[in-house]
């Protein structure tokens, strides 16, 4: 089954405490994608990747990291989380921009820090 | 379920009736429009989407209608059923930032 899973689905730190967000997809898309999103603010790009090794800002990058060693997977560190980085959280992938922007999400991470 | 949105626009509308959602979108150089549909405690749902150059897109039972002279796209969703409830978002992307909308709220009338 094509999908994007995401890891853990619940989350809840203190304010300092660094942890990661997994994300992995199974259909060999190129594009992935992390959002926030935030009662009456939407969902908000916090980072993308076009490929491999190649990852860039999206509107709200500050205090999150981003790596893509390998294709499917694309976790998102956060070195030391504050309680404004308490948030719903989404990955996504799509095959890349020259084909669709289909983004295929996955069933979010709810983070509280305290 | 998650909370999406708790102050978002409603649009209430009957069983069987035409639904039309609308969206305005910021970056005239955006070249490529989304929506989006999120139901309750999931993440969201690929709809339909419109390329800069066509006006007029059409998929089974919804219709998508880009107006470019005042930034604005509609979502026109036919004979809605009550599947069709959630919160609807719309994303313009420029570059390969994608940039969403706050959301509409669908709410289907029995």
């Known amino acids: 089954e094509a999908q994007v899973t995401q890891n853990p689905r619940y989350l809840i730190t203190v304010t300092g405490k660094k942890l990661t967000v997994t994300c992995s997809q199974n259909?060999?898309?190129?594009?992935m994608s992390w959002y926030r999103q935030d009662p009456g603010l939407g969902l908000r790009q916090i980072y993308y990747?076009?490929?491999?090794?190649?990852?860039d800002k999206g509107d709200v990058p500050e205090g999150y990291k981003v790596s893509r060693k390998e294709k499917r997977n694309f976790p998102l560190i956060l070195e030391s989380p504050s309680p404004n980085q308490t948030s719903l959280y989404f990955c996504?992938?799509?095959?890349?921009?020259?084909?669709?922007?289909?983004?295929?999400f996955g069933p979010g991470t709810r983070l509280t820090v305290t | 379920g998650e909370s999406v949105g708790l102050h978002l626009p409603t649009l209430s509308v009957q069983e069987g009736d035409n639904s039309i959602i609308n969206c305005a979108y910021s970056?005239?150089?955006?070249?490529?429009f989304i929506w989006y549909k999120q139901e309750s405690g999931k993440g969201p749902q690929f709809i339909i989407d419109?390329?800069?150059?066509?006006d007029k897109r059409q998929g089974q039972r919804v219709t998508v209608l880009l107006n470019k002279t005042v930034k604005h796209l509609s979502l026109q969703i036919a004979a809605t059923q009550p599947g069709d409830s959630a919160v609807y978002f719309c994303?313009?992307?420029?570059?390969?930032?994608?940039?969403f909308g706050p959301g509409t709220r669908l709410s289907v009338l029995p």
């Open positions: 990747s076009m490929n491999v090794e190649v990852t």
């Open positions: 996504a992938s799509s095959l890349s921009r020259g084909l669709s922007y289909e983004q295929y």
């Open positions: 419109i390329r800069s150059n066509m």
């Open positions: 994303a313009e992307t420029y570059g390969q930032n994608f940039v």
């Open positions: 259909m060999n898309h190129e594009y």
């Open positions: 970056n005239s150089a955006s070249d490529y």
